[in-house]
Nanobody
Framework: QVQLVESGGRLVQAGGSLRLSCAASGRTFSTYMMGWFRQAPGKEREFVAVISRRGTNTHYADSVKGRITISRDNAKNTLYLQLNTLSPEDTAVYYC???????????????????WGQGTQVTVAS
């Protein structure tokens, strides 16, 4: 089992940047596929980005591709999400998630993930 705690969310002006972090407990962080999702008010939770266990492969939602970078530091048990060129449409609660399933491909659906953080609020002002 792993516990996830996100941080780094705040109010930022349009065009600005943020780096979100997700600290994981336990010694088996490197065995989890990790993802970022977000949920805006009144909308369903949507996939943002995913990274493989060793950090060698990544995949992004089309809506954020080119503006967002997912990375991980397995030595520090930490997942990151760099957000650039933010727009008000990026306003949401951002969640990190861990998948312990023996998946061969990068997972983009919430059902593929076993553990979730509590979320961190990102608000982009126009």
């Amino acid at each position: 089992q792993v516990q996830l705690v996100e941080s780094g969310g705040r109010l930022v002006q349009a065009g600005g940047s943020l780096r979100l972090s997700c600290a994981a407990s336990g010694r088996t962080f490197s065995t989890y596929m990790m993802g970022w999702f977000r949920q805006a008010p009144g909308k369903e939770r949507e996939f943002v980005a995913v990274i493989s266990r060793r950090g060698t492969n990544t995949h992004y939602a089309d809506s954020v591709k080119g503006r967002i970078t997912i990375s991980r530091d397995n030595a520090k048990n930490t997942l990151y999400l760099q957000l650039n060129t933010l727009s008000p449409e990026d306003t949401a609660v951002y969640y990190c998630a861990a998948s312990a399933k023996p998946l061969l491909s990068l997972a983009t659906t919430p059902a593929a993930y076993d553990y979730w953080g509590q979320g961190t609020q990102v608000t982009v002002a126009s």
